[in-house]
């Protein structure tokens, strides 16, 4: 009996190891390495994991440097695609993201300081500091939400051919670096013009603006034009060493 007892205890022994091992597996996270997948990765859909901002960025799920010119290099450069048929009740925005909350005041709690949001999620009070003009705003009124791949871009360069829960992912992304805090001046400023017709007034953020702009083209898998794609080099340049 005792030799059983001890055989049984070195099986269980060796299963704890092995279980140990395969949780704390050394293989590479998905998207750790900063390599775009084949026609993009999938988003996660709305409602997903509020991601927060890495430090140093404003927006969250953001690439290095390096990462993002490797993924600049590997998209696909076409001419931009019609308007025909677009409309913004297309991307349905803002999705309802839980405790009376819709993405847009999710994003204005996420990016701002002291933020106090009232029984219906709005926000009544707080700062928030504009990326693209460096403005402080203390009323969020003032703010507006900005998709940093605007919806009719994303039309434009691949979302025309997309499913509405896909186009619904993309307008309500909080895991991937698409929406920002912004002045509403700048961003009605920006309106759906890409990088080479629209750059922030503050120079200091194009290193942010053009990894998360490169970031979200290749999730999605859209495409750029030359002119674009030039101007996020320019952008990527931007950032210090």
Same mark, same amino acid.
């Given at each position: 009996?005792?030799?059983?007892?001890?055989?049984?205890?070195?099986?269980?022994? =060796?299963?704890?190891?092995?279980? &140990?091992?395969?949780?704390? $597996?050394? $293989?590479?996270?998905?998207?750790? @390495?900063?390599?775009?997948?084949?026609? /993009?990765?999938?988003?996660?859909?709305?409602?997903? !994991?509020?991601?927060?901002?890495? =430090?140093?960025?404003?927006l969250p799920g953001m690439v290095g440097v390096e990462a993002a010119r490797t993924r600049l290099a590997a998209l696909k450069v076409a001419q931009p695609g019609t308007m025909a048929g677009y409309s913004r009740a297309k991307f349905t925005h803002w999705a309802e993201q839980g405790n009376k909350c819709?993405?847009? *005041?999710? &994003?204005?709690? #996420?990016?701002?300081?002291?933020?106090?949001? @009232? !029984? *219906?999620?709005?926000?009544?009070? /707080? +700062?928030?500091? !504009?990326?693209?003009?460096? &403005?402080?705003?203390?009323?969020?009124?003032?703010?507006?939400?900005?998709?940093?791949?605007?919806?009719?871009?994303?039309? #434009?360069?691949?979302?025309? $051919?997309? @499913?509405?829960?896909?186009?619904?992912?993309?307008?309500? @992304?909080?895991?991937?670096?698409?929406?920002?805090?912004?002045?509403?001046?700048?961003? #009605?400023?920006?309106?759906?013009?890409?990088?080479?017709?629209?750059?922030?007034?503050?120079?200091? !953020?194009?290193?942010?603006? $053009?990894?998360?702009?490169?970031?979200?083209?290749?999730?999605?898998?859209? +495409?750029?034009? *030359?002119? *674009?794609?030039?101007?996020? /080099? +320019?952008?990527?340049?931007?950032?210090?060493?």
């Amino acid at each position: 009996m005792g030799r059983q007892i001890r055989v049984r205890g070195a099986a269980l022994t =060796a299963a704890v190891l092995l279980a &140990v091992a395969g949780c704390s $597996g050394t $293989g590479t996270a998905p998207g750790k @390495d900063g390599k775009p997948s084949a026609g /993009g990765s999938s988003p996660a859909a709305p409602g997903g !994991s509020d991601a927060k901002p890495a =430090a140093g960025d404003v927006l969250p799920g953001m690439v290095g440097v390096e990462a993002a010119r490797t993924r600049l290099a590997a998209l696909k450069v076409a001419q931009p695609g019609t308007m025909a048929g677009y409309s913004r009740a297309k991307f349905t925005h803002w999705a309802e993201q839980g405790n009376k909350c819709d993405t847009r *005041e999710v &994003v204005l709690k #996420r990016d701002g300081t002291d933020v106090k949001q @009232d !029984s *219906e999620c709005k926000a009544v009070s /707080g +700062t928030w500091k !504009s990326l693209y003009d460096g &403005v402080v705003v203390t009323e969020a009124s003032k703010m507006d939400i900005d998709h940093i791949v605007p919806l009719a871009e994303g039309w #434009r360069s691949g979302a025309a $051919g997309w @499913d509405a829960a896909r186009r619904k992912a993309f307008a309500n @992304d909080l895991t991937h670096p698409q929406l920002l805090s912004v002045t509403a001046a700048t961003n #009605r400023s920006k309106g759906d013009q890409s990088p080479d017709l629209w750059q922030p007034p503050d120079k200091s !953020s194009w290193c942010q603006y $053009g990894r998360a702009w490169t970031t979200v083209k290749s999730t999605y898998g859209l +495409t750029v034009t *030359e002119a *674009e794609k030039k101007m996020l /080099g +320019t952008m990527l340049d931007s950032c210090a060493a």
